[in-house]
């Protein structure tokens, strides 16, 4: 057997809270090896372990503790990455990616910038890999042959597309959507929301989230433009969706309230909805990306399930939690998904994302 090549790995934002979970991650990697780190100015020029504030539960890996942080300006040393995954804060996140696309290099990013480009894919592994098709499209649009950029999706967005994703391929296309999210404190980064303001509270509002989950979810479920030449944004979505989130004082894991309708009549019954949504398979399983759950969707019996503190780190957080399925007396039928914000939410996402381009020859 031939060993598998060794992917050099740049993580730009690598001390937030995002870029963490991608070290933890490449720790345990098969064939990715972090090899550059890259964070602020206020970070750049000093060892990863004296200027990280480390909150993951595992210890900081050996290889990387003792690594000097670059700025995250392109120069040899980062040239020489197969991947760039990026946690950037979205202030410069989309220069900073744009520069490094521009020196030929495939970035996988977290930060909102470029999620409404018509020619970037915004892709959540579970759900739509088959976008990675514009990628010459955008290749050809700035003039490259190597560099692209990919992002995911926003955390609260992740969690719900999968089982809609699955719900349209078993029943048809969804008509309405209503969701309420009650999002962990870790989906603001570090240090977030001041414990004073969260701390035996919730808060009813997260900036530009509920828009971002309803044209992210249009955009994810959507289709490309003919001949793979990125996306209309402009086009009236068919789907009508309404979001309404919430930060509550939780460390990790996002909890969503959903309900839904199909166009099809009768709609499918509770039963039906859990066998799909358990029968659901991704093409990241199908090619063997190692981060891929083994169960894309993992479904609830239990009356009080999924809850963020038992449910975030099954399965590593790459896969999500659906509960609590049954009719709902104004829509179809309604649910409770818990996803991992950091993990499928966020680096996990980008991983099995470039995990997948590397499977299709892309990087
Ligand atoms: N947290 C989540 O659950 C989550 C989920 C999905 C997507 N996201 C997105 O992922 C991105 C990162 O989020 P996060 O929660 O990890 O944020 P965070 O904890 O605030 O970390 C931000 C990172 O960006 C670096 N940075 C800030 N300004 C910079 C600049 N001008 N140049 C270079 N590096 C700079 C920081 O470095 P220093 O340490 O040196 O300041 C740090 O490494 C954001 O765009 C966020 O919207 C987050």
């Known amino acids: 057997m031939t060993a598998q090549r060794q992917l050099k790995v740049g993580i730009l934002g690598a001390t937030g809270t995002v870029g963490q979970r991608f070290i933890k991650l490449l720790a345990q ?54 991947v760039v995954f990026s946690g950037l804060a979205e202030g410069d996140a989309g220069e900073i990616e744009a520069s490094f696309r521009a020196a030929e290099l495939p970035v996988f990013s977290n930060a909102k910038n470029h999620r409404r480009d ?6 959540v592994p579970l759900v739509n890999p088959s976008h990675l098709s514009v990628i010459p499209h955008q290749q050809a649009q700035h003039n490259l042959k190597k560099g692209f950029i990919v992002t995911n999706a926003n955390c609260s967005t992740t969690g719900i597309v999968v089982p809609l994703k699955a719900l349209e391929g078993a029943f048809g296309p969804l008509d309405c959507i209503v969701v309420t999210t009650m999002q962990a404190i870790s989906g603001a980064g570090y240090p977030g929301v001041a414990s004073f303001d969260i701390f035996d509270n919730v808060v009813p509002y997260i900036g530009s989230e509920e828009e971002k989950m309803e044209w992210e979810t249009s955009k994810i479920l959507g289709g490309v433009l003919p001949g793979e030449k990125g996306f209309d944004l402009h086009a009236e979505s068919p789907l009508k969706i309404s979001a309404a989130c919430n930060r509550v004082p939780v460390l990790e894991g ?17 039963e ?3 066998q799909a949504l358990r029968e659901f398979m991704c093409e990241a399983q199908s090619l063997g990306c190692p981060s891929a759950p083994k169960q894309a969707i993992v479904v ?36 409770v998904v818990l996803s991992n914000n950091v993990a499928i939410g966020a680096a996990t996402s980008s991983i099995i994302n470039a995990e997948i381009a590397h499977a299709k020859g892309m990087i």
């Open 29 to 82: 990697h098969p064939y990715m090896r972090t090899h550059v780190l890259g964070a602020s100015a206020r970070s750049a020029g000093h060892k990863y372990i004296d200027v990280v504030k480390w909150k993951q539960v595992t210890r900081v890996p050996q290889e990387v503790a003792q690594m000097v942080v670059e700025e995250c300006v392109v120069n040899e040393r980062w040239k020489q990455c197969d």
């Open 118 to 123: 018509p020619s970037t894919p915004l892709i």
């Open 254 to 270: 996002h909890t969503e309230c959903v309900s839904v309708s199909f166009k099809r009549r009768p709609p499918p019954s509770p």
């Open 272 to 274: 039906q909805v859990k």
């Open 300 to 335: 609830h019996e239990e009356v009080d399930r999924p809850q963020p503190r038992l449910d975030r780190d099954d399965q590593d957080g790459a896969g999500v939690n659906v509960g609590r399925v049954r009719n709902c007396g104004v829509f179809d039928i309604k649910f």
